[in-house]
């Protein structure tokens, strides 16, 4: 799973990337968790849109990385009342 990266869909839009950082305590709440794959030639930066299509622009990276391990989760377990559905399908079925 070393090509996926995890993403959050926020509930306000995020500052852009190149800030790389936010205020502490200035985070918005997870809207949806989602899976895309990491661009070309990185593994750190997702790619222009998740497994299920939605378009990461505006999206955050997760801090987040999916072990490999049979059985564990892609997602942050403390988070799994937000995972994308069709994003976790897609990631099922690979």
């Known amino acids: 799973m ?13 500052p852009a990337r190149a800030g ?15 899976a895309a794959p990491a661009a070309p030639g990185t593994t750190t930066e997702p790619g222009p849109r998740t497994l ?12 987040w990385t999916p072990s490999g391990q049979p059985g ?5 377990p403390q988070e799994a009342s937000v995972v994308c559905s069709s994003c976790d399908a897609a990631m099922e079925d690979s």
């Open 72 to 76: 564990s989760p892609w997602y942050p």
């Open 20 to 34: 790389k950082g936010s205020a502490p305590g200035a985070e918005a709440p997870v809207r949806q968790v989602h």
């Open 2 to 14: 070393s090509g996926i990266i995890v993403v959050h869909e926020l509930d306000t839009p995020a």
């Open 52 to 63: 299920c299509g939605k378009d990461t622009f505006a999206m955050e990276p997760a801090r």
